[in-house]
């Protein structure tokens, strides 16, 4: 299946890493891919991420599908085989893939 960038897709990232990665089966956004590999951005269903500034809340709503307000870890952007990307969930608004690339100009850019 392919992906458009924002969409909402269920991902499995694996058995708990030791630190503070995310793991399991859980929703993330897709950003891109390439030979093979998905670059996500994991989200996490707890508030309390909000006090990394790497973070835009995400309601849910009838396009994104999601069931609960979600953070976005931007953070934590991460490359996973593709074959991980069980199946799309939904997709953003623009509103929210305006935030998510404010934060990742924000994390991302070589000065």
């Not at 269920?10 to 929703?27: H, N």
């Not at 309601?59 to 069980?86: C, G, H, M, T, W």
Request: charged share 25%; aromatic share 4%; hydrophobic share 45%.
């Amino acid at each position: 299946m392919s992906y458009a960038a924002g969409d909402v897709v269920l991902v499995d990232l694996g058995t708990t890493p030791p630190g503070r990665e995310q793991a399991g089966v859980r929703p993330a956004i897709f950003v891109s891919a390439e030979g093979g590999v998905s670059l996500l951005i994991p989200l996490s269903s707890n508030a309390a991420r909000l006090q990394f500034k790497g973070t835009v809340r995400i309601e849910p709503d009838d396009k994104n599908k999601l069931a609960k307000p979600s953070v976005a870890l931007v953070f934590q952007l991460r490359a996973v085989d593709s074959r991980r990307l069980l199946h799309k969930i939904g997709a953003l608004r623009a509103k929210d893939k305006q935030a998510i690339n404010r934060v990742l100009r924000s994390i991302v850019l070589i000065k």
